[in-house]
């Protein structure tokens, strides 16, 4: 019997993306059975468009972060008994051949099979670079070269799965892992959610990525980082060091950091100087004391 596959894409103020990415899920050599797109409340037209778009059924909700979106998509496909669910943001694209190639490759021991993502302008550059893994299945920390940065040095590698993978940019996901695991944990709002979703996931089935199946995205080495991103990622990333991970302090440590030298770099000195000088709910100490309190939720603006 003949598998049935959702596509569910999350889209909050990116419509030429967006309507780029639904293009490409309409052209696929497999065809889906359903594509649905959960609008977060975007103010530039989204609305509009969606509604002439007949064969999509779209969900308006009010902005709820990626992982209010994503808790949506799933319930919806869970709710509507299909067989999978095909996740992808809005600002990247499949390969016209990509679900083909998932749906071939899942097996009933898979609870998720993932695309690789390129870099939509430099094909053989990822743009999620994948983690080397360590004897525990994390990340590596202690290594001069900790990721795989080019798709042929992959493919020469692992030339059919590699163990990892980057969530919700074309994702096919089983919903019977689904059932078993829940659905995503809104709280985390902004990163992490598909971090947390990717190690429960691994708990009833084989998490992997297919290095045949390509899904498209822009650089985004250079897109400026909104103070509330900065903490939701500074916050999550700490919170999962210690759900999951194996040396957390040093994990985290290594996250402060991180987040220092991309604000740097894609912000400027100034408006870096700024988020770490604020007296008034500064990021950093505002996501490091969530963190280590385990609080998560949506935070005021």
């Keep these: 019997m003949k598998k049935t596959v959702i596509a569910v894409v999350v889209t909050h103020n990116r419509l030429n993306y967006l309507k780029r990415c639904l293009n490409y899920i309409e052209i696929q050599e497999r065809k889906v059975d359903q594509i ?12 509009n468009y969606l509604k002439t778009k007949k064969n999509v059924y779209v969900i308006n909700q009010k902005n709820l972060g990626s992982a209010g979106g994503w808790y949506t998509g799933i319930k919806f496909a869970k709710q509507n008994y299909f067989d999978y669910i095909w996740m992808m943001d809005d600002d990247g694209f499949p390969d016209t051949k990509s679900l083909k190639i998932l749906v071939d490759k ?13 870099n939509e302008e430099i094909r053989n550059l990822l743009v999620f670079p994948m983690p080397k893994i360590n004897y525990f299945g994390n990340p590596i920390i202690f290594s001069l070269f900790r990721k795989i940065k080019k798709l042929d040095t992959l493919n020469y590698k692992y030339p059919n799965f590699y163990n990892y993978a980057h969530l919700f940019n074309g994702a096919l996901i089983s919903l019977d892992a689904v059932k078993k695991i829940g659905n995503i944990n809104k709280d985390f709002v902004l990163y992490g959610d598909e971090v947390d979703y990717f190690y429960r996931l691994k708990k009833v089935g084989k998490v992997e990525s297919c290095t045949l199946a390509y899904h498209y995205h822009p650089d985004i080495s250079k897109r400026k980082i909104s ?6 990622y500074l916050r999550n990333s700490i919170f999962l060091n210690f759900k999951y991970f194996d040396n957390p302090h040093l994990r985290s440590l290594l996250n402060f950091f991180v987040l220092i030298f991309r604000l740097f770099y894609r912000n400027g000195f100034f408006q870096t100087m700024i988020f770490v000088l604020s007296i008034k709910k500064n990021i ?11 609080r998560l939720g949506k935070i005021d603006k």
Aim: hydrophobic share 40%.
């Design 36 to 47: 649905l797109v959960i609008n977060n409340a975007s103010t530039d037209g989204t609305y």
């Design 106 to 118: 899942i097996t009933n021991k898979h609870s998720c099979i993932s695309s690789i993502v390129v």
């Design 227 to 232: 103070k509330n991103a900065a903490y939701y």
């Design 284 to 294: 950093f100490i505002a996501s490091i004391y969530d963190a280590y309190s385990n």
